[in-house]
């Protein structure tokens, strides 16, 4: 059993080995991806919080809107600190995304919009869930999302694998024995790095896995005979104050906070907000909540509370905080950075040891064969 594991879990690494340094590399560097984009956009990302609150929404859409009027908004990322706004515009009769920032103290545009990878950060998570293949004409639109999805999958076989092979390691788990060879001493710095951050690569295997399972299901199953409508005005009534939707949302749940707003892109689409609640909960996203109102009225619709919702919702919920390692501050951060990388470190000692032992297996081969002919000589 240990053998065919073994064998499992190497043959699945050498096919791997590639796809899942691109993964671990980047979503490495994901993990920071706030703290980045400050860095490399400082103008962008940030705004001078000036006064105790943010503009009124209406006040805010009617600006986007007359500064862009080739665009229409489809879904805008609110933010109560330093942080700008981040909205998302579909460019009129066509199924194009981009992205601008704004100020929502002042209203003032921050940026032109873009493609939603022009921002390296951006480019960089499409990267990290896609391989750039999605967009490529040549394949079929998900290509890139069924890859991640199934290298995740792979991910997860080898963390359990290992789990299972090097089970007993647990033993002796910080004894390097650095006197020996280099193959032994790569060999037991292997156990060690797999044995440590296989719990933790589980996790960010069964989450990623999931991300990209949904987008594939949601896209290429779900929604396989169906076009997406394609936007030329907006599908919501002018009447239509999202300032009063925001206030109403407080009382239809109890320390609800809007974090993101999702306009109707489709004729049977009403409008929601995603939120955050208080709760006891450290994993609980802050997109857990959902209320909708209708595209036409204006008028509630439904809730949607984590609190109340199973178990295993709420396991879901958590896995974008478990994906990003952002549950525990900066100290998560830390660590999920440097688990995350350790798949690089994985391959390379994993690809060396399967090297060292490939050439000791023929050259035991050699010395049989050379052995035979001796003895038929004599």
């Known amino acids: 059993m240990r053998k065919t594991l073994f064998k499992v879990h190497s043959w699945l690494a050498l096919i791997a080995i590639i ?11 994901l993990v920071f991806k706030s ?3 400050g860095l490399l956009m400082p103008d962008k990302h940030f705004v001078v919080q000036q006064q105790a609150a ?3 929404m209406d006040s805010l859409i ?7 009027p080739e665009y229409v908004v489809g879904s805008w990322e609110l933010f109560n600190n330093t942080t700008a706004d981040r909205l998302y515009l579909v460019k009129r009769g066509t199924d194009d995304w981009y992205k601008l920032h704004l100020d929502q103290y002042t209203g003032e545009i921050l940026s032109k919009p873009v493609s939603t990878t022009h921002y390296f950060t951006d480019w960089f998570l499409e990267l990290h869930y896609t391989f750039l293949l999605n967009d ?5 639109g998900q290509t890139g999302t069924v890859l991640g999805f199934f290298f995740a999958l792979f991910l997860l076989t080898l963390g359990i694998t290992g789990l299972i092979i090097y089970r007993k390691f647990w033993q002796r788990l910080f004894s390097v024995r650095w006197r020996a060879t280099l193959q032994i001493v790569l060999s037991d710095i292997h156990k060690m790095t797999g044995v440590l951050g296989s719990p933790i690569l589980i996790v960010l295997a069964i989450t990623g896995g999931y991300f990209n399972g949904a987008v594939w299901y949601h896209e290429v199953i779900e929604h396989a005979e169906e076009e997406h409508h394609t936007i030329t005005n907006k599908l919501y ?4 104050s999202f300032e009063r939707i925001l206030n109403d949302s407080k009382l239809q749940i109890p320390t609800f906070n809007t974090t993101f707003l999702v306009f109707p892109r489709e004729p049977d689409e009403n409008i929601t907000l995603y939120g955050e609640v208080n709760t006891r909960n450290p994993l609980t996203s802050e997109y857990a909540n959902t209320i909708t109102y209708n595209k036409q009225t204006g008028e509630h619709m439904a809730n949607w509370d984590i609190r109340e919702a199973g178990a295993g919702w709420q396991v879901i919920d958590s896995f974008r905080k478990l994906h990003f390692g952002y549950f525990a501050g900066l100290i998560s951060k830390i660590l999920w950075c440097i ?5 690089v470190w994985l391959a390379g000692t994993g690809f060396y040891l399967w090297l060292t032992r490939r050439k000791r297996k023929k050259h035991s081969q050699r010395n049989r064969v050379l052995q035979r002919k001796s003895a038929n000589v004599l």
């Open 35 to 37: 703290e980045i984009d």
């Open 339 to 343: 688990v995350g990388l350790s798949p």
């Open 136 to 140: 490529l004409k040549s394949l079929p």
């Open 62 to 68: 009617d600006k986007a809107e007359a500064a862009f």
């Open 54 to 56: 943010r503009l009124p």
């Open 237 to 240: 009534s002018d009447d239509i």
């Open 19 to 29: 796809p899942l340094i691109v993964i671990s590399i980047t979503g490495s560097v």
